[in-house]
Nanobody, 113 residues
């Protein structure tokens, strides 16, 4: 059974760092690229980070480039999303996702002073 469990979200102040985690199971984690998406209320889902199977290449949209860092530990079947210099517009539900495999339930991140 494929499962994704995200954690690390919460209510945080602007600025600073926050790291989300996604533990995957039920498939061979190292065989797939990983994605982090987010969806804010009333907005479309947005891809915020992608990492290759080996973790040797990453992609970010302009909205988070230079602030977010995706990484992975294939031995632990875990992906991470480090969010630096948080902004209120980063408020959303964040999901880890593997194309054609599945995605998690998401973890809420609220950036507010």
């Amino acid at each position: 059974q494929v499962q994704f469990v995200e954690s690390g979200g919460g209510l945080v102040q602007p600025g600073g760092s926050l790291t989300l985690s996604c533990v995957a199971s039920g498939f061979t984690f190292s065989d797939y690229a990983m994605n982090w998406y987010r969806q804010a209320p009333g907005k479309e889902r947005e891809l915020v980070a992608n990492i290759t199977r080996a973790g040797d290449n990453t992609i970010y949209p302009a909205s988070v480039h230079g602030r977010f860092t995706i990484s992975r530990d294939n031995a632990k079947s875990t992906a991470y999303l480090q969010m630096d210099n948080r902004k209120p517009e980063d408020t959303a539900v964040y999901y880890c996702d593997v194309a054609r495999v599945g995605r998690g339930q998401g973890t809420q991140v609220t950036v507010s002073s």
